[in-house]
């Protein structure tokens, strides 16, 4: 994650070191928490918390999962009913996989400021 493209470099240049820990580790843990819960929303709301995982996603440089996000939206908005309860699993996982750069990044600049 280092070099001056990266999307953590570029929030770290936009609202410093301290601010770009603190989003970080709120997206961990509120995207996991939503990844939770998101079945038991209505589709509506789905589609929502997907759209806005995709950007987010995006921005902190987890392109797979941001693009898997967008495949769920697009897919809710063209057949609505709700994501399955295998789509979801497959979000989770995506996550999981995507996250662990952004975690060691999150260890590796906790004590810095």
């Known amino acids: 994650m280092s070099g001056s493209s990266h999307p953590i ?3 770290i240049t936009l609202v410093g070191l301290a601010n ?3 989003l970080v580790g709120t997206y961990l843990e509120e995207t996991k928490g939503l990844l939770e819960t998101i079945g038991r929303e209505k589709p509506a709301r789905q589609i929502a ?6 950007g987010t996603s995006f921005q902190l440089g987890l392109s797979l999962f ?3 996000c967008g495949a769920l939206e697009t897919r809710l908005e063209e057949s609505p009913g709700g994501l399955t309860p ?5 979000l989770a996982s995506g996550f999981a996989e995507s996250t ?3 975690r ?3 260890i590796n600049n906790a004590a810095k400021s």
């Open 20 to 22: 770009t820990r603190e």
């Open 49 to 54: 918390l997907l759209h806005s995982l995709k």
């Open 66 to 68: 941001s693009a898997q």
């Open 86 to 90: 295998a789509e979801i699993a497959a």
């Open 9 to 11: 470099d570029q929030l």
């Open 100 to 102: 662990p750069r952004l």
């Open 104 to 106: 060691r990044w999150l």
